[in-house]
């Protein structure tokens, strides 16, 4: 389902303009000239992009007024697509299927063992593994800025692929919350945010675009892999399906090695960086170090503020029909062969809602967009309250139509607001910061709607439960635009000049996100 946060944290690969006129007016123009070799070179080793990288130092080199970084727009990017598309078909694919891996979980745990507070232990183990991918989040973005896309991505899906494949050598419940809870879930995060991030350095105009390749190929993977869990995991046992899951992630691995960034950091920009840190004492280095990965600026805004509480809110029972529909129905109209259609349906309108509103997102200036992300909320919370009054099989089906509809146009949404909120700059730390608060809501959902199915003996309160939160999201979300204009308004009444709102051009330290050093001559 979450194979779709891409477009904020991508367009946070792009360089701001205003920070390159900045460093520009340092250096005289002289020397400005005498840099347009090096710049060309730069942009030459990074294939496609050599003809944008050296226009863009020409254009410096006359003028002396920097020129925004232009991306490629394809090329060799259309093979990261590819790459991106894999990572989020794989790794949202399974944990979507959680219904059924939960279903096996409980017969491999045994029918006899009669414990009453078995579903709630069970929901634990999914709940933990996506838990992980949101708390992971701001961690992430540190690693990505630090050490790149490429090696980030890699080493996620090695842990990833680790966790998935000791889940089949136990059968215990508390070592599968740390094999596929905790190792799964955090390496899924690690391998899944880069994916976001490196589109940015290959696309800008044609991003929409990228996103939604990325979005309807994942499906390709998300939406038939229920049908194959349900259809081969009761043939080769949970053991064996956990191992063949585990091949996904061992393709990830080398997948992960397209992740090569056209972005270099200036030399000039590390030189400055490291001689002004040479003049501190160590308490000033640290905390320089300190606020230069953990930029919490962000905050600053209060619409930020406002809309990440209003997202965290809303996904509180967001996985609750992902996990219990298919427990849900087996037990409501004894349905145990055709239970797989349910997730079918959410994956396949998931990805039908993200192709669609990618463009239509592209459409709708500034923060109206959140209006979009609004109604998908509303709708999502009645459709969930709406599952208990069904009186047949085919009711929930369309249910389930409807609420991936919703659900792939709430998640597309939410890079492109993050994007408007805070600028390219920030939008990878902004998204880091957003998936981390989103973790606890997140985790606790699942087991909560468990609880309630053994306290009430059915899900019914579980599905009104999770109904609730979405609403109340999506009303405190519908303020975003109203403060971001009365903030406008102020602005413009203080300065005396009709101005709009510019992002801060604040640069992760002086690294550009998701391109270190390491990784700019490989």
Known sequence: MWDRLRGSRAAGGGRSAAAMAQRDEKVPAAAAGESEPGAGAGAAGAGDGAGAGAGAAAERGQSGAAAPFQPPEGGFGWVVVFAAAWCNGSIFGIHNSFGILYMMLQSDLGEGEKDPALEFKTAWVGSLAMGMIFFCSPIVSIFTDRIGCRTTAAMGATIAFIGLLSSSFTKSLEVRYFTYGILFGCGSSFAFQPSLVILGHY???????????????????????????????????????????????????????????????????????????????????????????????????????????????????????????????????QETKKDWILLVCLGAMSGLGRLVSGRIGDCIPGLKKIYLQVASFMLLGLLC???????????????????????????????????????????????????????????????IAGYL??????????????????????????????????????????????????????????????????????
Not at 407 to 431: K, N, R, Y
């Open 385 to 447: 309250m709406m599952i208990p009054q069904c009186r047949g099989f085919e009711g929930v089906i369309v249910i389930c139509l409807f609420l991936g509809l919703c659900d792939g146009f709430f998640t597309t949404i939410m890079a492109p607001i993050a994007f408007e909120l805070v600028g390219p700059m920030q939008a990878s730390q902004a998204i880091g910061y957003l998936m981390g608060l989103m973790a606890v809501p997140m985790t606790a959902g699942t087991p």
């Open 203 to 333: 696309f800008k105009r044609r991003l929409g675009l990228a996103n939604g390749i990325v979005a309807g190929g994942s499906c390709l993977i998300s939406v038939p892999l229920p049908f194959f869990l349900k259809m081969v995991g009761g043939a080769i046992g949970l053991a064996h399906t956990f191992q063949v899951l585990s091949a996904l992630m061992l393709i990830q691995i080398f997948l992960s090695m397209t992740y090569r960034p056209i972005l270099t950091p200036s030399c000039d920009s590390q030189h400055d960086g490291h001689d002004k840190l040479g003049s501190r004492s160590m308490r000033q280095q640290c905390w320089a170090q300190t606020r230069k990965y953990f930029n919490l600026r962000v905050f600053r805004r209060k619409t930020y503020r406002i809309w990440a509480f209003g997202i965290a809110t809303a996904v509180l029972g967001y996985l609750v029909p992902y996990m219990n529909l298919v427990k849900y129905v087996e037990k409501r109209f």
């Open 453 to 522: 199915n053994d306290y009430f003996g059915n899900y019914d309160a579980a599905f009104y439960f999770a109904g609730v939160p979405p609403i109340i999201g999506g009303l405190v979300l519908s303020v975003v635009p109203l403060v971001h204009q009365r903030m406008l308004k102020k602005q413009r009444l203080d300065s005396g000049k009709d101005k709009m709102l510019v992002s801060e051009a604040v640069v992760n330290g002086e690294l550009l996100p998701g391109c270190p050093a390491s990784e700019a001559h490989m």
